[in-house]
Every structure is written in structure tokens, then in C-alpha cells.
């Protein structure tokens, strides 16, 4: 990120006419996307949103509350835009771009082994990479597939340690929560590499490869990215544990109600924007937050300065 | 509120496509507000910000950081749209109006009696009132006035007890606060009615007056509201304790940073919408929540059914 920019930013925030502070957390994120943009006085007018899509293996395991099937009727969804993410995308304004990751070739049962090969999680990650617009000034990260959040849960006990990360997921009954938690528990015993990029290959899908690989790209690229619940959270995890700076380009969106998001963020340091019970997926969450953010530099960039509206200091 | 159109849309809810519940508050927020506008597929599409601005006779107690000039030079600065609330009612397409409250004839000192008359009262609440306008789908109310942390603060403490009411305010220092607290103690001694408009006469201001007519004038028309910060809820306070069901037609739009306002909140059992430590007033943070209301009806009013999409269930 770019100091100079950022403390310009910081600077003409102490002028702008509001007592100092006053805009609580939007102040903060004022700084640091004026940092990532190079650009003391910038706002956002061309925000991306990516959904990927994906299929596991694991979900032969009984883990959903729905057939695999709905992973490609969804992506079908997307296109048609019927789905939550289409509404919150147009509703932000964003370009909304649907990956579909080889829906007929679900990742291989992580319970038995690794669930992609080193070929198959590069593709995916290469794939999140490119799809980021290079013209996009906010990147959403999104994901479907079903079985994932098994998947997000295991690469959270991996990398974290500790028990009790599988959720509800889309709304699993008792029986599916402990056949999702012994299939993760199976997982973890298959797969002992605890890298990063390892756990990624391991315990994640294609899905979760591309959010990697986008946020990554994002960066690269100076593109401030919101970070949606519990599926991409524990992909760009992936890439703490690889870099601890790979995410200061990141904001979290919100706190998702599936289980042990909220650990997953302590574990990364942020704090969420919004906190609305939302457990989707489809970058929804994140997409709500961009009007959050979009604010945030609304005030920053537009307010007048108590000089130039003649407002007395305190 | 429509009974039939708040469970016609609860109805569609469970239609569309995404896994019951996994829009969290957004789903409920979208059937509360379906009721008050009686129409189970409703969007938000002309929504209205209230500014109501007003003068304290409590200021010349120094229980603020910032002379009373200010309130004036606010005023010009939302006209000028140079204030943080004008650039987040432009982002939420929201039409802006700024009323001033007679602001050279501030309120009496209420460290000596009742700020207002019951004819002074009468006609703040009344602008309020017919400040709404009656084609508007959302109401924001939002307020400036030096010193109305101190009004609100003891609103608070007359109608629900307790101590440290008093916050920093705009950014009062340690002995500024101490001079809050004793006028707090002084006004609530001084002013002994604990009625809701009694306590609304005596400890409020004109725009405090104006916020609580604007907000029981939008129940008159049915039209949600969504509450600011620490001024505007203890204004609503003030209607609360005449009649319990006289908010339920507004929703809290933020946590603000300054003091009690979490207490004041927690009497009303409300839960806000943002908490991103704002403590600005003029509307802000309530202005900021639009997006999210307007979002959970974008998804309620624009997704896919299950049949729409020929996507499975659970």
C-alpha cells in the first residue's frame, strides 16, 4: 500500500467537517483503500464481483442438506440472475462474473486423500487469478458449491486447530453435523501436510482455489477486496499462513451465523463490517458491504473542509 | 402494520431460492417492512432524509467542544452539500431536507426549568410531522444542534434511571464531561415531570421535538423508519414510554459510539443494523443502513423461486 496516499488521505480526513473521529470505522477504511489505490481522494465506481463454483467429492459423505445437483441449477441461477448475489450486485452497481469450476469432475473425497492434485488446485487458482477485471476498483469474492463449507471447516481445523468448525452449512440435521464432522475429522488424518497452498490442495475445491487465487490476483493488482463468510474466509486463510501480509488488502464483510466464522476472523484480526446472521455464501454478505465501504470514501472524498464551509473548529 | 401482506411475504420467503433462514435479518427486515407498506413484494425506491436542526440554552453550561456557532454554519454546510450526511443520502438516492428550528432563540437552560414551552413543544413536533413526505418509502431523521448529547443524555436519564448517561459528545474533554454530568444531574432535579412529552418539553430541544414528530408522523402514513444514533433514539424514547407500540415502525440504523447509547437501545429492544462506531448524528449511520434495508427487499422483491429456477430443495 502506498503511505504517502494514505497519510494524505489521513490528513485531509482531520479536515473535513465533522468533529475528529466522528465517522468511527468509515475514517479507517477511508485510509486504507485511499493506501491500496494510490490515490488520496479516490471512491469506488467500478466494483467486481466473482462467483466460483465448484463440486466435492466430500459430499458423498451425506454432509449437505441438498443434492450436488444444486451447485450447477445455482450457477444456472446466477446466469438467469435470480439468485440473493444478483439483486446485492446490481444494487452496488458491480459486474457480477460467474466461474464455473468442471462441475462434472467433482474434486476427489478428501476423507480418502488429497481432493485435487497439484495440477487441478493450480488451474483453479490460476483461474480465480485471471478472472479479476485489472480495471475493477473493489473486488467480492463468492463461491458455490455444495458440500464447501465441510471443506471451509476442515481447512479452519487444519490450519487453526481445535474442534467444533463444522456448522449447519445450507442447514444440515444432527445426523449430517456428525457425518460432517467425522468426515472432516477423517480428512485432517488423511492429509498432514499443514501448509497453506498444502491445505488448499488437500481439504479445499476448485471453488475455494479460485477465491485464493482472486484475492491473490487482487493484490498484485492494488485492488482492495471484500472478503464474503465462511467459505472465503478460510481460502484466503490459506494465504496468511503463507504470507501474514497477504490479506492487508482485505476487509471482511461480514460475520456469517455458520458456525465458527467468528474464529476464523479472530484468528485473521478483523473485525467484520456488517453482522446480519447471513450464512449464503454467493459473495452476498460482502456484496451488502460495498455500499459500507462505498460510503466510507462518499464522506471522504466528498465532504467540504471547514475551510471551505466556513465551519469553526472546536 | 398488514397482517396479510407481512405473512404473504414470510410466504415467498420460503420460495426463493436460497436455504431457508441463510439471509439471516435481512429476511425478517424484508417481511417487517412488506407489512407497514401493505405489499408482500415491495422495493424501496423514494426514500427521505429529515434534518432538524436547533439551538440549546443548556450550550452556555460549556458542556460542549465546539462553540454554538456551529449549529448555523452546519446548516449552511448541508444546504452547500458539504456534510458527510449529504454525501451518504446522494448514495442511498435519497431526497434531503434541512429544516432549522428557530436557531438565534435557543431553548432555555434546563438546569433551570423546562427547556421549552408546551407551545414551543407543540409546533417543533409539528414541523416534524409535516416535514414527512407523505410519497416517501423510508424516513431517516437526523438532527444538529450544539449541546443535544447533553439533551439527549438527560432525556435518558429521567425516562429510564440509571447513571452515566453522558458521553463525550462531539469530543469533550474531561472537564467539559464533568459540566455535562452536573447539568444532566441539575436539568433532571430541576425538571421533575417523567412523562414522555413532559420529559420531551423540559429536557429536549427543538429539533429532539421535530425528530419525534417526524418519526410518529411516519407511522401515521405508514412509512418505516430507521432511527439514527444516541439523539434521535432517546427523541424516540420519548414516544416509547407513551405507547409501546409507537416504534414499531422503525428500526434501530446503527450502534453509535457515544456513551449509553447500547442502554438506550437495549430499553427499546432494538438491535441495530451497523456498528462501525459512528458518532456523527445529522442522520449518518441511518442514512449508511438504507443500503442494507434496500437490500434485504432487492433480494426479497427481485430473487428466484424455487420453481422460477427449477433449482431443488433441501
Known sequence: ASGAARSAAADRNLQLTKPPGAL?????????????????????????????????????????????????????????????????????????????????????????????????????????????????????????GIGNTTSAAAIAGALLGGEGWAGRGTGVDDAGLARKAAAIAQGLAANPDRSGLGVLMALGGREVAAVAGAIAGARARRIPVILDGFICTAAALCLHVEDARALDHCVAGHLSAEGAHDRMLAALGMQPLLSLGLRLGEGSGAALAIQVLRGALACHSGMATFAEAGVSGA
Chains 1, 2 share one sequence.
Open 24 to 144: 468511527g470505522r468509515l475514517e479507517d477504511l477511508a485510509a486504507w483503500y485511499a493506501g491500496w489505490r494510490n490515490d488520496p481522494r479516490p471512491r469506488i465506481t467500478a466494483p467486481q464481483v466473482l462467483i466460483f463454483a465448484g463440486n466435492h467429492g466430500v459430499a458423498a459423505q451425506g454432509v449437505s442438506a441438498f443434492p450436488v445437483a444444486v451447485t450447477a441449477q445455482m450457477v444456472e441461477n446466477f446466469r438467469a440472475g435470480g439468485a440473493a448475489i444478483n439483486q446485492l450486485a446490481e444494487l452496488a452497481g458491480a459486474r457480477l462474473d460467474v466461474h464455473a469450476l468442471d462441475l462434472d469432475r467433482p474434486t476427489a473425497d478428501f476423507t480418502q486423500g488429497a481432493a485435487m492434485t497439484e495440477a487441478e488446485v493450480c488451474a483453479a487458482f490460476a483461474t480465480g487469478w485471471t478472472a479479476v477485471d485489472p480495471k475493477t476498483d473493489l473486488l467480492v469474492t463468492g463461491e458455490m
